[in-house]
């Protein structure tokens, strides 16, 4: 090696994340065995509860299983990596936002050529993923400000549709709980890294499930307040997610208790007592401020109150998400992104 | 052997002011600096940055440090020298030798302008060409200096656009290429973006020698806020270059434009929908392989690299964390880079095979030295 005497300075520092193997492990296994597991498990039951009021075209049950399903995935979303990853899944399970209205049209299109795909659930599972899933059965099920049923004209063919999301919605649910129980699949490549490319190291695990906690906050910060916010003077309420249904602030809260269980199970135990109170009891007032602010977000482009409410969760979850990365990410020693927080 | 240098303060300032003592030094080559393929900036674990040069294996050539966050925006042809610039909106370029590790030349733009971070040398290595703001005038400016005489500003034209964000040189066709991302910008309020309502990039090409426009290329209007801001070229003179959309990311618009110089309009090439959405519009780097089949384009916010065929066709999806630098490896390989460290070839053939693992977070883009291949 050369030295250049002219120079001053030391060279770059090899230096990282201290390595606590063990603890790390232990960390995927209780993420994968108290939390993924369960959830997807959950989220799998509550998809094939979808079917039976679909099959018979009961409108009222199918709403009370739509919305008992929905929660279940919202509990569960966060997890960003493994199966629901896998091709074009998560997005078959929920695909919001819809600026374009895709969703819209393609049932629409559906609808009119009155198709006979909804009787093929294989060649259904290959259609696009605006017609699939919890926001297209939403359209069919809300879109109407009057609760709409299955009577009338195209009542049938609409009933048949729905089935046919209900069904893909629960293969769907179901394929992705069996990969997560699969012995020799996702969950080994997490609790023994180094037998999937994805998951060569330890580090490559604890930053994939960091990631999804961090990940889960800024959804419902960006997204699912930021959206609908928009700004002060044209405040976007139709940007909501699941309006239609009246349950966007239900979203937000059915999320964040599985963010909050997420990091219970997962994340308290890698953090010093202290630490660990201090989340848990950020987690806990974030909830309350969210049980407190008002169902429908259709009341921010007329009551300059529920506004502040609902910004002022925001906040919160913004100061929940800081507070996450100030002593979760360190403790796992993961980085932030370097590109992906500053564009160029 | 890799070599280990740092650009310190004071050395950097002894450096410039022996400018023209080393100046009479015998020519060197990128030989004499390791013989790299590639240079990147990147931050150490320790929070300090430098500049690496990289083998086509993606091992470490020779890394020199820099004195602060920086970009490896331009490499000379055949002289080991590259030109880090200074963090957007920067006032002041490096002009680094990479052989001896000293800094040869500090560009500071004039009065009234900034850098955008990216500049390329001519074809023989005799000028560099800087991207530059006319901020007061809110008009871009390409800037033209003297590589061969210590590097003095000998010139300037308009870059046919706002917000020329990075350029390269086509030799074949002598001409410049232009991506004017078209958003405004102002020192006083940072990188505050002024225009959105109104904004209007382009991709220009100007004659090399005149830096006369011959033609300029606007997206259609639904895209009018997709700027237009990073750029590869292939050896038979297919653009490619990478958006960043400036509108609702839930759009899912195309973020990847290709273009020949003659045709009439701006091709945008789109992954599927599901796919595309997982870029959260945002197109880091393009990169087109060596010979011509295989254009990447990176998203470091979706943590994906999308690879296209040269007709546009959208070929898969390679999932890698923060990855955003790329640039071209032989055949039809591509060299990606990433915020984590990682080196990975991507290719049609064989997607994605992993080549190093820095202990270093690699910045936005990784640059080729031209005379590294044939």
């Known amino acids: 090696m050369r030295v250049f005497g002219l120079l001053i300075g030391a060279a770059i520092a090899v230096a990282g994340a201290a390595d606590a193997g063990a603890q790390e492990s232990d960390l995927a296994r209780r993420a994968v065995a108290e939390h993924i597991r369960p959830g997807y498990a959950a989220f799998a039951a509550a998809a094939e509860t979808l079917i039976a009021p679909a099959e018979a075209c009961d409108a009222d049950r199918l709403?009370?299983?739509?919305?008992?399903?929905?929660?279940?995935?919202?509990?569960?979303?966060?997890i960003a990596f493994g199966p629901v990853e896998q091709g074009d899944r998560r997005f078959a399970i929920l695909f919001w936002p819809d600026p374009k209205g895709h969703t819209p049209r393609g049932l629409k299109r559906l609808e009119e050529n009155a198709d006979p795909v909804v009787d093929d659930p294989d060649a259904f599972a290959k259609r696009s993923i605006a017609v699939r899933g919890?926001?297209?059965?939403?359209?069919?099920?809300?879109?109407?400000?009057?609760?709409?049923?299955?009577?009338?004209?195209?009542?049938?063919?609409?009933?048949r549709l729905a089935l046919a999301i209900a069904r893909d919605l629960s293969r769907t649910a179901s394929a992705v709980a069996a990969e997560w129980?699969?012995?020799?699949?996702?969950?080994?490549?997490?609790?023994?890294?180094?037998?999937?490319?994805?998951?060569?190291?330890?580090?490559?695990?604890?930053?994939?499930?960091?990631?999804?906690?961090?990940?889960?906050?800024?959804?419902?910060?960006?997204?699912?307040?930021?959206?609908p916010l928009g700004t002060f003077e044209r405040p976007r309420p139709r940007r909501a997610e699941t309006w239609r249904s009246g349950r966007s602030m239900r979203n937000v809260r059915e999320a964040l208790a599985g963010l909050e269980r997420y990091y219970a199970v997962a994340f308290a135990r890698t953090l010093d007592e202290a630490a660990a109170a201090r989340l848990t009891a950020a987690f806990?007032?974030?909830?309350?401020?969210?049980?407190?602010?008002?169902?429908?977000?259709?009341?921010?482009?007329?009551?300059?109150?529920?506004?502040?409410?609902v910004e002022a969760l925001q906040s919160r979850v913004r100061e929940l998400q800081r507070l996450v990365r100030k002593q979760v990410a360190p403790a796992l020693g993961v980085a932030a992104g370097f590109n992906a927080l500053d564009g160029d | 052997m890799a070599r280990e240098i740092s650009?310190?303060?004071?050395?950097?300032?002894?450096?410039?002011?022996?400018?023209?003592?080393?100046?009479?030094?015998?020519?060197?080559?990128?030989?004499?600096?390791?013989?790299?393929?590639?240079?990147?900036?990147?931050?150490a674990p320790t929070g300090s940055y430098a500049l690496f040069g990289l083998g086509a294996d993606g091992a470490e050539r020779f890394r020199i440090g820099l004195p602060g966050r920086g970009h490896a925006a331009a490499a000379h042809p055949t002289r080991p020298l590259a030109v880090a610039f200074a963090r957007r909106p920067g006032t002041f370029a490096l002009v680094i030798d990479c052989a001896l590790g000293l800094a040869r030349a500090r560009l500071e733009a004039p009065a009234g302008r900034h850098f955008y971070g990216?500049?390329?040398?001519?074809?023989?290595?005799?000028?560099?060409?800087?991207?530059?703001?006319?901020?007061?005038?809110g008009e871009g400016r390409i800037?033209?200096?003297?590589?061969?005489?210590?590097f003095a500003r000998i010139g300037e034209f308009a870059s046919g656009g706002v917000g020329p964000h990075e350029l390269l040189v086509d030799a074949r066709g002598g001409r410049i290429i232009v991506a004017n991302g078209g958003i405004q910008t102002h020192p006083d309020s940072g990188r505050a973006k002024l225009n959105l309502p109104t904004m209007r990039p382009n991709l220009a090409y100007l004659d090399l020698e005149t830096g006369e426009p011959l033609s300029v290329l606007d997206p259609a209007e639904e895209l009018r806020r997709n700027s237009l801001r990073h750029l590869a070229l292939s050896p038979d003179g297919l653009v490619a270059i990478a958006?960043?959309?400036?509108?609702?990311?839930?759009?899912?618009?195309?973020?990847?434009?290709?273009?020949?110089?003659?045709?009439?309009?701006?091709?945008?090439?789109?992954?599927?929908?599901?796919?595309?959405?997982?870029?959260?519009?945002?197109?880091?780097?393009?990169?087109?392989?060596?010979?011509?089949?295989?254009?990447?384009?990176?998203?470091?916010?979706?943590?994906?690299?999308?690879?296209?065929?040269?007709?546009?066709?959208?070929?898969?999806?390679?999932?890698?964390?923060?990855?955003?630098?790329?640039?071209?490896?032989?055949?039809?390989?591509?060299?990606?880079?990433?915020?984590?460290?990682?080196?990975?070839?991507?290719?049609?053939?064989?997607?994605?095979?992993?080549?190093?693992?820095?202990?270093?977070?690699?910045?936005?883009?990784v640059v080729r030295i031209v005379s590294s291949f044939g």
């Open chain 1, 284 to 309: 806990a007032r974030t909830r309350a401020v969210a049980e407190r602010t008002p169902d429908d977000m259709r009341a921010l482009s007329r009551d300059p109150q529920a506004r502040f409410r």
């Open chain 2, 243 to 365: 958006a960043q959309w400036q509108g609702d990311s839930a759009d899912a618009v195309p973020l990847l434009a290709t273009h020949r110089f003659g045709e009439t309009a701006l091709q945008f090439r789109s992954a599927p929908e599901a796919e595309q959405r997982r870029l959260n519009g945002y197109g880091g780097s393009a990169a087109i392989s060596a010979d011509g089949t295989c254009i990447a384009l990176t998203a470091p916010r979706g943590g994906r690299a999308h690879l296209f065929d040269a007709g546009g066709g959208f070929l898969g999806a390679l999932a890698i964390d923060d990855v955003c630098g790329a640039a071209a490896l032989a055949g039809d390989r591509i060299l990606l880079t990433d915020g984590l460290g990682g080196v990975t070839a991507a290719s049609p053939t064989a997607r994605s095979q992993p080549l190093a693992k820095h202990r270093a977070a690699w910045d936005n883009h």
């Open chain 2, 143 to 150: 800037g033209v200096w003297d590589a061969s005489a210590g």
């Open chain 2, 7 to 43: 650009l310190g303060r004071r050395a950097f300032l002894r450096a410039t002011a022996g400018l023209a003592a080393t100046g009479a030094a015998p020519a060197l080559s990128w030989a004499d600096a390791g013989a790299p393929a590639f240079l990147a900036a990147a931050r």
């Open chain 1, 63 to 78: 709403r009370a299983a739509f919305h008992a399903g929905f929660d279940a995935w919202l509990r569960i979303e966060h």
């Open chain 2, 118 to 137: 990216h500049g390329a040398f001519s074809p023989d290595g005799a000028r560099l060409f800087t991207c530059e703001n006319d901020f007061d005038a």
């Open chain 1, 181 to 227: 129980n699969a012995p020799e699949g996702i969950a080994r490549a997490l609790t023994r890294p180094g037998s999937d490319p994805a998951f060569q190291s330890d580090a490559d695990v604890r930053r994939a499930l960091f990631k999804s906690l961090d990940g889960g906050l800024e959804k419902i910060s960006a997204m699912r307040l930021g959206r």
């Open chain 1, 134 to 159: 919890f926001g297209a059965l939403e359209r069919l099920l809300f879109e109407a400000d009057e609760p709409r049923d299955f009577a009338g004209d195209g009542g049938d063919y609409r009933c």
